[in-house]
Structure formats: structure tokens, C-alpha cells
């Protein structure tokens, strides 16, 4: 049996204090209030001094409560019954199922090495075109969707776990609302999906130590099922809550902020949670996608900007759409030479040509006169934005690139789309009179 | 020798604090026991018996009371034959032989040898018996990749001594013993081909530092001829996230006109550091015909990677370059990102409870920044050769904004400065690089006067079209408009470059002399055009006849049938040439 401290030294915000010895640090301990047990993780070590974070959070704690250390670090139970179960941040069923304790795994364990990785080599179809043919997603992948709030980002992901063709979805919900966690779990269920989803969920009532374990045992929990041949989906929403939730606790333990009141390691921080992207020559995989909220639409906030450095590109997501400029897959020329021969041209050809719609609409909203040209511009941005931008829109990569020849068509003559002759000879629809 | 040892007294994120109970050393590196794993750590504050140490490791599972044993030497590298095309971490251990020990995942506390100890090395001596010898002399070679490598007398042998015995021409491993010297006491000393050096002390056994003047072609027209880099010098490229930062090192990489190349991935993306593992490889350098790989050093300690060992990182890359210089070669070593090792530097110093600077960087930040660039230089070795370390640093500034601590301590111990921005990556005007805020105190490909007359346009082209933002086109001169035109044409097919075009993306100086020497006749000529859009159509033609060419093979049929149209072309629609513009055509001639 291991031993009970029943005096606490001090308690400072989400972080008490007791004395005691051989601790390990990163080791958890159980707190027992009169509101119930608690985890708590030890944080700093200083001679027999032993702080720890209480996941329940620090209220209500009293100096006379009990601490017992459980002798191991956080760990989550890894097996097939994960599937279709929800969990809190601090792995307990949030589903009224039963607690899961067998083959226990520890979390935020070390980085792939990265003379083991691989150059990623397949794409994701998402049917979401403004994905599939704009910007590519790949397997491996770790990409944000930059946003600001009010944004349907929760409806994309959704979307995206029914839709992506991965073996498993594991969610996990940082700050969340009560009503996304709601929607999140109703949009699966309806789409049948939610047996190959696993779901760790703090919603913004949960205190917000929880909100930090959420994507280490998301991730923790996603390398096992890589690492037996299956292809992972990870949607993390929203890193700004994490990052706020590690501002939190780097502030109350008094820590010299950096900017704008976040901790100086937020970029390592952000970075040791993307990058466990992976994808396992020999074996599964690990795709993350993350919401980001861009505070005020500004991207230089500190969040979005860390995030910028870390993943590979980004979805931005404005006006209930996925914007052609400012999202950017940086892996999307690994996988789109080898869809279709025309994936690379239309893809470009149609930014190019919606760039010129802008301008356009520019241009009339300042009162220009409209020529042919841009008349025949603003009928195709219209049908742009309607036909592909539209999130309703549902179709495979192959339709898609078919409607956009479409589109194209009945919008201009051949020569005026900039597309290479050989492939308007091969793709441009015949006319039907 | 006593050993001191210690105990572990608190930890605090990956600093532990440790009581000790002996002689301990700044920097010494030390090792915390945690069961049947050792962590290595770095001493970095000494008060008392107490010491603080940031561990490069995971400091998850250590405990206060585990034992603690301090080495009495500095962090070091091993040094010797066997280190081009090696892929280490931050703390020099090789990743491939890590990976084939522990799989997958990094796991703490396993350190493999730098060099590999059972390849051999066919040794040919050059010191004899009777010889006196200081630091930094030859005592021999082997070949290496192409390279002749020097076997050098140990740099931390200090003081004169006398070569007893050298070992016999043959084949042998890094660790045989291969020399006995004598010192002035009369004590022998063995001499193997390897040997240990402290990263943080810069490698000083050469006679003189010159200044560098040689410019190091990238093959970039952009950089050789707008903004130079010198061979020994130092350069810094800031950028937001996805203006081409690391596009832009991976292609100065590829083609740098250098004898060796260190790259250090720092605190950045794993995926990246792939590519150049999976690419070069397949690569041949033009200079040695071999793989690009075999002049290449990887080190990398990416994002996700303990913090510390990313701050020892470019330690460990300047110090092999640094050895490698002592041979005669150019080394470049590209760091990316010089930022995220400042962060570490900042994440450990908040630990320590520093007093911090600006944005929370460390007070120190500039003279730490300013020494690692000064390591780089050109020195004259003692047989009166030289050789050259080179470095350049990316900067990832938070917002993209260079008014950041990082950019700014940088840019005031750099010899050249690349500034990429945001709005030419967004036009993809590539490489990203920003010919009005950038420049560089070096000499190029061309003289810095033409260059400086060249820029001119570019300056006023951008003033021109700023004011018809106001004026609109109607509202400017055609004089006006033709010097946009012509600043605009120069930034299209001179400094933008196509790094995925198989002949853009390395241009030799030969070929820059010549492209430059077509942009004087149309900038310094004078063309006769009835309005604007005549002006617009004639440069649109243009332009595009240029960009065709530059994606021709230099001197192939094509191009010499494409440059003859494009030398006909301006000539139809020249009346005359400026002076200036005479002048410096003549000067090209002549030279």
C-alpha cells in the first residue's frame, strides 16, 4: 500500500504542494476531496517539496485532504474496447460505460526518430473539394484549420471524420461547448461512424488542467492503433483552448510570460503534440488535423502563428468556406502527380482564374465598367464559389475535377482558361446542343 | 582521479537541481541515474553545492535522491574520419544506428558512438619521427569520400611535441592508435585518428582570420549577384512561416559552390529533414560526381526533440565545421531555425529564474547570437592554406515581424541580410527574398557598382508604382510607366528563379554575367514606345521570351537561337543607350 499524505502545504490555484519523498517527477497522485477523487500530476520536484496540477482543479481543496502517489506517470488503457467510447481529459468514461484499466500505456511518451520516417506518399479523400482538388490532404499530414469563431469549424470536422477513408477517428475536444460535443456526437452516431471513433472530450465546464492531458492521450492512444496497421485521423479542437489552458497554469505558477501572456515553451509545446504525426514505413498511420481560432481574424496572434511554423500548411476557413488563398497544403505536390492528369492544371488554372474573379469584383465594387471578360469572370465565380467552395458540396475527387471542366466550360472558350491543349483536347466536355 | 558525485535535489521541467559533493566544472556534463538509465545533462549554474543542470533528455520518472556523476568534461563531439554523410541528433549520436537499436521511438539515455569504430581508413602518414608538432598539425591522411581527410595532432593537445613514432601505411579503425608523441616533460602521449572536442569553444589552431572576399555561389541569381554571400562570411534569411525559409536552405544545400555542407535542423519540422535524407542521396554533386550526401553532414534535433539537446545542436554543427576547415575546405553550415535554439535558450532560462529581456529572451540572447556567428570566418591554416566556415541562420520571427529580438541581435553580426516577405511568397515570386529590405556587405558575381545601378530601378520602379496606386495609370508619365515596366521585368526573369525548373534552379556565374548584360541593354537603353500599352506589350513579349530562355540549357542551340531573337528584339526598339548604361556595358567587355 502506498503511503498517505494527509497535509497539504499550499494551495496556488490548480497546483497544491505537500511534502514527500520518492516521487517521480511527471508521476501522478490521487487526490481525495469531499467532492470526490482526483488525479494530479507532479509538476516540480524540490527537495521533499512535491507540487503537482489537480486535474478537478484547485477549488474547494482543503489543506487536510488526502494525496496518495500511484507510483507510475498518466496512462490511459489501450485496447479494441476504446472504440466507441468517450472519455474525459483525464481518460474517465464520460458515456456511463464501464472504466477501462486493462493494458495500461503511458502518455506523451518520446519522438519518432527521424531517420525512420518517410516521405508521405498518399492522399486522404475527404469529398470536400475545396480539399481533395484544391489542397490536397496526405496521410501524415498534421494540418490546422485557422478560423475565427463562429466559424462552422466543428461542422467540418464532423464532416471530415464521416467522410475520410481512415480505419479509425479519434477526437479530441479541448474547451469544447457542450452543444459542439452534442453535435460532434449525434453527426457520428447518425452516420454510423461512431464505432470507429474514440472520443476525448473536455468541454469548456471541465476544469481546465483536464484540457492539457486531451491531445497526450489522444495521441498516445492513436500512435498504438498506428503502430498496429491502422491509418489514424486525429481532429484536435480547439488548440487556442490548450494553448489558453497552458497559459493558465504557466501564469498561476508564476512563470515570465513571453507574448502576449503565453509561456515562452508554446512553440515546443504545440510542436511535441503535431509533430507525433506520422506516417510508420511498415505499418498505420497518424493524420492530425486541429482547429486553431484565430483571436480577431489576426493571424500573427501568437497561437496561429507558433501553429504556422509547425504544421504542414493550413486550412482557412472564412465565411462558412474553405478560402482558396491563405489555405495551403504543403504535401499536396507528393500526391496530386499521381490522380488524374489533369489534377495539377485545374487545380491551378481555376485559382488563377478566380484570383482574376476578385479582382473583378474589386473592380465593380468600386464602380468600373464591366467588359466581356469580366462578365464571363463573375459568372464563373459565382458558380465557383456555388458548385466547389460551398461545404455542402459531397463528391469524390474524380467528380470533382469533372464538374470543374464543367464549369469551366460553360463559362469560356477553351484558349482562355491558360490550360495546356493536350489535356482541354482530352477533358473539355463535347457540346451538347 | 576523484569523480565527484551528487544528488538529485529538484526538478523543475528538464532542469534538475543536484547537490554535489566535489570539484565541479561549468558546462561539465554530468549523468543522472534513473535505474539502468543514464540521462546526460549540462551544468549550467553552479551556487554552493548546488547545482542546476538542463538534462537533454525526458526528465519524466526522475526522482530526488538518484545519484548523480559528473564526467569533468565539457560537452563534446568526437572528431575524425567517418562523419560526411552521417545523420546525427543534437548530442552527435547517429540516428540511423540509434533507430536500428531502439526502432521507432527515441527512447532516453541511449548514446551510440559518432564514429562508427569498426570501418577502416586506408592511412597514409606525413609526420615522421623526430618531428615537432603543436595542435592542429598534420600527422597524416586518409581518404574520405573524395575528400583527403587530415589526421590531425589533437586541439586539445596544448603546447610543443615531438613526434616518436608513426604507424605504417594501412588500413585502420578510427580508434588504433596511429602516432606517439612526446611532450616536453618527456610523457608519451598515443595519438588515435579521433578525438574530443568541447562544442562551445570555438576551434582556434590557425595562424591568422582574413577578411572574406570570395563570394560562395549559390547558384541563386538573386543572392550572387543582388545580395552576395562571402565564402567565411555570415548570412541570415528572417521569414514568416511558408515564405520559402526552408526551400530556399534546401536549394542553397544543393547547389552551393562549397567543398562541404552542415546542415543542422533545429527545432524544426521532421518531415523536412526527410527529404533532404531521402533526396541527396540520389543527388550527384558536380564537383565530385559523387552523391550529394557524401559532402553532407545532417544534424538534426527537430521540434519535437528534447529541448536542451536542440540548443546544443548548432554547437555540435559549427564544431564539425569548424574541423573540417582545419583541412583547407569551405564549409557552409546552414542552420534552420537559429530561432527555435533561441527559444530553448529562453525556455531554460526561465527555469533559472533569470531576470528576462525583452519578450522574454534571456539578457544574453545578442552576445550568445553574436558569438556562434563568429565562428564562422576564413582563416589562414599554418601550412598557409585556407579554409572557410560559412554560416547562415534562418530566422522565424513570431508574426513574421523583424522588429523581434531574434532578427534583431542577428542582424547586427550578420555580413548579409536575405529578408523574405509574406506579399512576394503570396504573388509566388520566388525565392521570397526582399529586394528592397535585403542586403549584404559582400562582393558578388558582378561589381557592386553595376549592381548598385541595377537596384536603382528596382527602388524607383517600386516608388512609381506605389504613386499609381493614388494616380492611377492614367495619372503617370510613360516615362514613369516604362521605369515600372523595366523594374518589374528586372524582378520577373532576374531575381525570381523556378527552384522545381531543372536548368533555373542553378544558374552559374558565367551565365549571370550574361543575363546581367542583357538586363543593362534593356534598363540603360532607351526604347520608343506610342503609349502605355504598347510599353506593356512590348515588355509582356519580352518577359516572356526571357523566362523561355532561362529554362534552356546554357549555350544549347536553343538557347542561342532564343537569346539571339530576344538581343534582336530589344535591339529593333533601342534609339539609344544611357551613358551610365554604356559605361557599364563597356566595363563588362573589358572585363
Redesign the interface.
Known amino acids: 500500500m502506498k503511503k498517505v499524505y494527509s497535509k497539504i502545504e499550499s494551495i496556488v490555484g490548480n497546483v497544491i504542494t505537500v511534502k514527500a519523498q520518492d516521487v517521480a517527477y511527471g508521476e501522478l497522485a490521487q487526490v481525495k476531496t469531499r467532492f470526490g477523487v482526483s488525479l494530479a500530476e507532479v509538476i516540480r520536484l524540490d527537495n521533499e517539496n512535491v507540487s503537482m496540477q489537480v486535474f478537478a482543479g484547485g477549488r474547494g481543496i482543503s489543506t487536510g485532504d488526502e494525496v496518495q502517489f500511484l507510483g507510475h506517470p498518466m496512462q490511459v488503457s489501450f485496447s479494441e474496447n476504446l472504440k466507441g467510447r468517450i472519455f474525459n481529459g483525464a481518460g474517465i468514461p464520460r458515456d456511463n460505460g464501464p472504466e477501462l484499466h486493462e493494458n495500461l500505456i503511458t502518455i506523451g511518451g518520446p519522438s519518432v526518430n527521424p531517420s525512420k520516417r518517410i516521405i508521405p506518399r498518399e492522399m486522404i479523400r475527404t469529398g470536400i473539394p475545396m480539399i481533395d482538388l484544391f489542397n490536397t490532404l496526405v496521410k501524415s499530414q498534421k494540418l490546422p484549420i485557422f478560423s475565427i469563431s463562429g466559424e462552422p469549424y466543428n461542422q467540418l470536422l464532423a464532416r471530415i471524420a464521416m467522410q475520410a477513408e481512415v480505419d479509425l477517428i479519434i477526437l479530441g475536444g479541448m474547451g469544447l461547448k457542450y452543444d459542439d460535443y452534442l453535435i460532434f456526437k449525434e453527426t457520428l452516431e447518425q452516420g454510423g461512424a461512431l464505432q470507429k471513433t474514440v472520443m476525448f472530450v473536455h468541454t469548456a465546464a471541465d476544469p481546465v488542467v483536464e484540457c492539457l492531458m486531451v491531445p497526450d492521450i489522444s495521441l498516445a492512444v492513436a500512435e498504438r492503433f498506428a503502430l498496429q496497421n491502422l491509418n489514424v485521423l486525429v481532429l484536435l479542437t480547439d488548440m487556442t483552448n490548450f494553448s489558453d489552458a497552458l497559459k493558465e497554469i504557466a501564469i498561476t505558477q508564476e512563470q515570465v510570460p513571453s507574448n502576449r501572456g503565453y509561456p515562452g515553451d508554446l512553440y515546443s509545446q504545440l510542436a511535441a503534440r503535431y509533430e507525433k504525426a506520422v506516417d510508420f514505413s511498415d505499418s498505420g498511420s497518424i493524420t492530425i488535423l486541429a482547429v486553431t481560432t484565430m483571436p480577431g481574424d489576426d493571424v500573427t496572434h501568437p497561437v496561429p502563428d507558433n501553429t504556422g511554423y509547425i504544421t504542414e500548411g493550413q486550412f482557412y476557413l472564412k465565411g462558412g468556406r474553405i478560402e482558396p488563398f491563405g489555405s495551403l497544403s504543403r504535401l499536396k505536390q507528393q500526391v496530386n502527380g499521381k490522380t488524374r492528369a489533369d489534377h495539377r492544371a485545374v487545380m491551378d488554372g481555376m485559382i488563377k482564374l478566380f484570383a482574376a474573379y476578385r479582382d473583378t469584383l474589386e473592380k465593380k465594387a468600386m464602380g468600373f465598367q464591366m467588359s466581356a471578360w469580366d462578365q464571363k469572370l463573375l459568372k464563373y465565380g459565382e458558380l465557383f464559389e456555388k458548385e466547389m467552395m460551398d461545404l455542402s458540396v459531397n463528391i469524390p475527387l474524380e467528380a470533382a475535377l469533372d464538374k470543374g471542366w464543367e464549369i469551366l466550360a460553360s463559362c469560356f472558350e477553351p484558349q482562355e482558361t491558360g490550360l495546356q491543349t493536350k489535356l482541354i483536347e482530352q477533358f473539355w466536355p463535347k457540346k451538347v446542343s | 582521479m576523484v569523480t565527484t558525485k551528487g544528488i538529485?535535489?529538484?526538478?523543475?521541467?528538464n532542469m534538475v537541481?543536484v547537490k554535489v559533493d566535489g570539484v565541479v566544472s561549468l558546462n561539465e556534463v554530468a549523468y543522472i541515474h534513473n535505474g539502468e538509465k543514464r540521462l546526460k545533462a549540462e551544468v549550467i549554474r553552479i551556487r554552493g553545492d548546488i547545482v542546476q543542470t538542463q538534462v537533454f533528455e525526458?526528465?519524466?520518472?526522475?526522482?530526488?535522491?538518484m545519484d548523480v556523476s559528473f564526467t569533468g568534461e565539457m560537452l563534446a563531439v568526437e572528431l575524425g574520419p567517418g562523419l560526411l554523410s552521417k545523420?546525427y541528433d543534437g548530442l552527435q549520436n547517429p540516428?540511423?544506428e540509434?533507430?536500428a537499436k531502439?526502432?521507432?521511438?527515441?527512447?532516453?539515455g541511449v548514446y551510440l558512438d559518432a564514429l562508427p569504430r569498426t570501418v577502416t581508413w586506408d592511412w597514409t602518414p606525413i609526420a615522421k619521427p623526430g618531428d615537432t608538432v603543436t595542435r592542429g598539425d598534420y600527422l597524416g591522411s586518409v581518404p574520405e569520400a573524395g575528400f583527403v581527410h587530415k589526421i590531425m595532432v589533437p586541439f586539445t593537445l596544448y603546447g610543443t611535441y615531438t613526434v616518436k613514432s608513426v604507424k605504417e601505411p594501412g588500413a585502420y579503425t578510427v580508434d588504433t592508435q596511429i602516432a606517439v608523441l612526446v611532450d616536453a616533460q618527456g610523457n608519451e602521449v598515443p595519438v588515435t585518428m579521433f578525438f574530443e572536442w568541447p562544442v562551445k569553444r570555438a576551434i582556434d589552431c590557425y595562424t591568422e582570420r582574413l577578411k572574406p572576399t570570395e563570394p560562395l555561389i549559390t547558384k541563386s541569381r538573386i543572392i550572387d549577384t543582388f545580395f552576395p554571400v562571402a565564402k567565411g562570411g555570415t548570412f541570415c534569411i528572417p521569414g514568416?512561416?511558408?515564405a520559402g525559409k526552408t526551400v530556399l536552405q534546401q536549394t542553397t544545400s544543393r547547389y552551393a559552390d562549397v567543398d562541404i555542407v552542415i546542415v543542422a535542423?533545429c527545432?524544426?519540422?521532421?518531415?523536412e529533414?526527410?527529404?533532404t535524407?531521402?533526396e541527396f542521396p540520389e543527388l550527384i554533386d558536380p564537383r565530385t560526381g559523387r552523391s550529394l550526401m557524401e559532402r553532407t553532414i545532417i544534424v538534426?534535433n527537430?521540434?519535437?526533440?528534447p529541448?536542451a539537446a536542440r540548443e546544443a545542436s548548432v554547437y555540435t554543427a559549427v564544431t564539425m565545421a569548424e574541423y573540417y576547415r582545419q583541412m583547407g575546405y569551405d564549409v557552409l553550415l546552414l542552420a534552420d531555425s537559429t530561432s527555435?535554439w533561441a527559444?530553448?535558450m529562453?525556455?531554460m532560462s526561465?527555469r533559472l529564474e533569470e531576470i528576462?529581456g525583452e519578450?522574454?529572451?534571456p539578457a544574453y540572447l545578442e552576445s550568445v547570437i553574436a558569438n556562434f556567428y563568429e565562428r564562422a570566418g576564413l582563416v589562414r591554416l599554418k601550412d598557409g592554406k585556407k579554409g572557410s566556415v560559412t554560416i547562415g541562420g534562418t530566422v522565424?520571427p513570431?508574426?513574421?515581424?523583424f522588429e523581434e529580438p531574434v532578427t534583431q541581435a542577428t542582424l547586427k553580426v550578420v555580413g548579409c541580410f536575405l529578408g523574405l516577405s509574406r506579399e512576394r511568397s503570396?504573388a509566388r515570386k520566388y525565392p521570397a527574398i526582399h529586394p528592397l529590405e535585403s542586403w549584404s556587405k559582400y562582393r558578388g558575381v558582378l561589381p557592386t557598382e553595376h549592381v548598385a545601378w541595377a537596384h536603382r530601378f528596382l527602388e524607383r520602379s517600386a516608388e512609381v508604382s506605389q504613386m499609381m496606386k493614388v494616380v492611377g495609370e492614367e495619372g503617370t508619365s510613360l516615362e514613369d510607366f516604362v521605369l515600372y515596366l523595366k523594374g518589374e521585368l528586372l524582378d520577373a526573369v532576374y531575381l525570381q528563379q523556378n527552384s522545381f525548373d531543372p536548368v533555373d534552379a542553378a544558374v552559374k556565374p558565367e551565365r549571370q554575367h550574361f543575363m546581367f548584360r542583357l538586363m543593362v541593354k534593356i534598363l540603360g537603353g532607351n526604347q520608343t514606345f506610342s503609349d502605355k500599352e504598347d510599353a506593356r506589350g512590348w515588355f509582356n513579349k519580352l518577359r516572356q521570351m526571357i523566362l523561355d530562355m532561362n529554362s534552356q540549357e546554357w549555350k544549347s542551340d536553343q538557347f542561342n537561337e532564343t537569346s539571339a531573337a530576344v538581343e534582336a528584339y530589344i535591339q529593333e526598339r533601342t534609339k539609344n543607350m544611357s551613358a551610365h548604361g554604356t559605361k557599364i556595358l563597356e566595363a563588362m567587355e573589358r572585363a
Do not use: H, W
Open positions: 538529485v535535489t529538484g526538478v523543475n521541467g537541481t525526458i526528465t519524466k520518472g526522475i526522482k530526488v535522491g545523420i540516428l540511423p540509434v533507430a531502439t526502432g521507432y521511438f527515441l527512447e532516453p514568416p512561416f511558408g535542423a527545432g524544426e519540422r521532421a518531415g529533414v526527410v527529404e535524407l531521402v538534426c527537430t521540434s519535437s526533440m529541448v527555435r527559444q530553448a529562453r525556455e526561465g528576462p519578450e522574454a529572451f522565424s513570431a508574426g513574421g515581424n503570396d
